[in-house]
């Protein structure tokens, strides 16, 4: 059984860094692509960070460009997202996903595995 854990958000103030984690079970991060998706409240999910098989690319939504990054250890089967310089506009229920495809997807559909969502909220 697939299970993809979030951890890591909490509430923080404007300015503040934060690390989220994604713990994966039952699939292996080394032969998938990551991703990470957020959804605020009255809003649609949207596209946040993705990475490759290998690790080697990346690809970010233009609202966080320069201030996320997004990782993933393989041996550790752990996927993470730095989140530095947080906004107002950044807080929402952040999930973690899993593709089998190649490359860095930026849409859900290419996803087969969600995680529950970890809360970032961000007061200013």
């Known amino acids: 059984q697939v299970q993809l854990v979030e951890s890591g958000g909490r509430l923080v103030q404007a300015g503040d860094s934060l690390r989220l984690s994604c713990a994966a079970s039952?699939?292996?991060?080394?032969?998938?692509?990551m991703g990470w998706f957020r959804q605020a409240p009255g809003k649609e999910r949207e596209f946040v960070a993705a990475?490759?098989?290998?690790?080697?690319?990346?690809a970010y939504a233009d609202s966080v460009k320069g201030r996320f990054t997004i990782s993933k250890d393989n041996t550790k089967n752990t996927a993470y997202l730095q989140m530095n310089s947080l906004k107002p506009e950044d807080p929402a229920l952040y999930y973690c996903?899993?593709?089998?495809?190649?490359?860095?997807?930026?849409?859900?559909?290419?996803?087969?595995?969600w995680g529950q969502g970890t809360q970032v909220t961000v007061s200013s």
């Open positions: 996903a899993a593709s089998g495809l190649f490359g860095t997807p930026r849409t859900g559909s290419a996803y087969n595995y």
């Open positions: 039952g699939l292996t991060l080394r032969y998938n692509s």
């Open positions: 990475i490759d098989w290998t690790g080697g690319s990346t």
